[in-house]
């Protein structure tokens, strides 16, 4: 049995860990994505990927996306410490299910042989990639799908001369009429 | 077109405006033309501190006893570095500060400039909000936001960061009102059905217990009266948090003493074996949970709390009501009146056996110490200080350690805003600059900091702005020749290995006391305390009394290493107990 030393450090959390989009709206104004990242380091929260721009060019409001990880609880945490930061006034967070939609954008070069480039550009067409830029040696594709089918394209391109990829994080947003209200308990 | 005025102008305009009498400072280069403006202000008192750490206390002190916010004013670089620990100080136990920093001109922002430092990013994470106000135009609207957003919800520090260059600029200077009616606030409303099902809950327990905290007095004079009136007219036990301490009467029957690591046997233990509990601005922290798998197992919780925030983020709680203590307690009273009137003496057989079971882990006595006839008992020195001071209207700020805890177990407040302590953050040097903010807010009144030999040396330069300002603070040194609290950890929890706990060169405070043209007062034995102590009553200047204490007593009753509320090691007398001394053991 290891002796504990200093009191209550013991961490007992059973519940289980999820994936969840936060989005989260904000004034956009300077130094307010470094509030929204220093909160997330701040408190250990996990930041897997972030997309942000601004959505609204007469209120300036931006949409700032974070892909995390977490228990149901700090999921929840992370909503009520973000609605505190007074240039956000709304959260909402999304996970993997029937109620949302998700899309990521990469931009995927390759460059390698002539045999090669056919074959590669046949793995673009059975997936409908975009061709943006092509040569005799290269070309540059973009695609747009769920993080998995991006991840399973990527895998298939690798070995006929994949040269570089650059990919946002997901976007979400609800399926059907909803939007997300401004949330209630909003304090200043 | 209305008069343009220059930035600095437009600053003293604003705390005017907010009926601002104390700014807390410390000047420097970044700020010159504000000190400029200062002088034209007579309403307006600058107090010169020493260190501009002192300066963000003392606003505190003054915020803290007086509710209204505490404006610091300090340059860029060192002078906001400096503030970093009492904006976190203040961040954690909810105190409104307004901070005013200077920063190098914004030509030279980003350059390295002397003096220059990224104020606003090292502030972030330790204040409610800031700005870096980079056109004069916005600067305004930035001060009236600022003492908004530090006084309403739940309070806090705010920083305003001004180039000095944006100090010379000029504006049209707009007024309070126009900014705070823009402010988009959005009203939670009490929900009136859960306010119904607490009222519920409140008539079928049979175990309950009022768990109350810092942010009723946070939400003011109004809120202590009606948590009064809500324990009054159920008959229930309340406990009390460190900051929650003086929002209900700590000499009263129904108060069982404070809760947490150092709270009483009797508080621990109806907090653990309750069937109700009802936390009123408090949040869980963890010196009060103890161990979170054990923490009070058999009860439904109710949270009020006015950030929503706090609710669940560390105790699952059954009903959360989100808003301010004094609205939901004002709703609650009404509607229990209404439904349950006459309910305290209809329900005193309910909760018998509750108080009976209270009554029984009372006589424990937890708090109890043997004061022999040779030293003096640190418990005793603080006691005999209660004696001879609670017939005033005392105010009582701390340093942090083990002399924190046994003020807060020994000396009972009656009234709240009288008691000033580090909680949070657990700030070393927090007492004396605090007890300076006291005594402005409160001038007439006695201010006594209670200290140790330890954290008393991390801001001592304080003094001097004491003696400046003929400010008569009691600084009651418990003084025991070591960090006590990291000597008592080590004596419990690292097998008495003492490193660097023991303070071998400590000054002589009587004649430090008189090198900064103070009173210096020295006690040894127990049966002079009493007389010394009056000595310093008497005293119209600042006194520092050094209480030669007991060197090695241990502050109990503790809640050990990840333990639960009842599994608490009592004191001394406890120890002698081979059985239970046995169990302590095997806790630590």
Redesign the interface.
Known sequence: MTK???????S?SKETIERHIMVVWVDNE??VL??VA?LFS?RGYNIESLTVAQVDDEKHISRITIATNGTF?VI??IK??L????PV?KVASFKVDDKSIFRELALIKVITDKKNLEKAKKICNSFGAQYLDTTKTSFIVEFNSTRREIDRFIKELKPYGLASIARTGPLAMAKGAEITE?N????? | MSKQLTGAEIVFKALADHDVEYIFGYPGGAVLPLYDELVKHKNIKHILVRHEQGAGHAAEGYARSSGKPGVVLVTSGPGATNMVTALTDAYMDSIPLVCITGQVPTHLIGTDAFQECDTTGITRPCTKHNWLVKDIKDLPTIIHKAFHIATSGRPGPVLVDIPKDIQFQKTEYIKKEDVIKKINKVATDINSKEIEKIADLIVKSKKPIIYSGGGVINSGDKACELLKDLVRITGFPITSTLQGLGAYPGEDHQFVGMLGMHGTYEANNAMHDCDLMINIGARFDDRITGKIDKFSPRSKKIHIDIDPSSINKIIKVDHAIVGDVGNVLNKLIVVFKKKYPNFKNSNKENISEWWKQINKWREKDSLAFSQGNKTIKPQYAIQRLYELTKNQDTFITTEVGQHQMWAAQYYKFQKPKRWMTSGGLGTMGFGLPAAIGVQLANPKKLVVDIAGEASILMNIQELSTAVQYRLPVKIFIINNQYMGMVRQWQELLHEKNYSESYSEALPDFVKLAEAYGAVGIRAQTPDELDTKIKQMLKSDKPVLFDCRVEKVENCFPMIPSGKAHNEMILGAKDEKDTKISKQGKVLV
Not at chain 1, 184 to 188: Q, T
């Open positions: 504990q030393l200093s009191a209550y450090s013991e007992s300077s130094g470094a509030r220093g701040g609880s929840e945490q009520a410490q609605l505190k930061l007074i006034y401004v209630k308990g909003k304090v200043l």
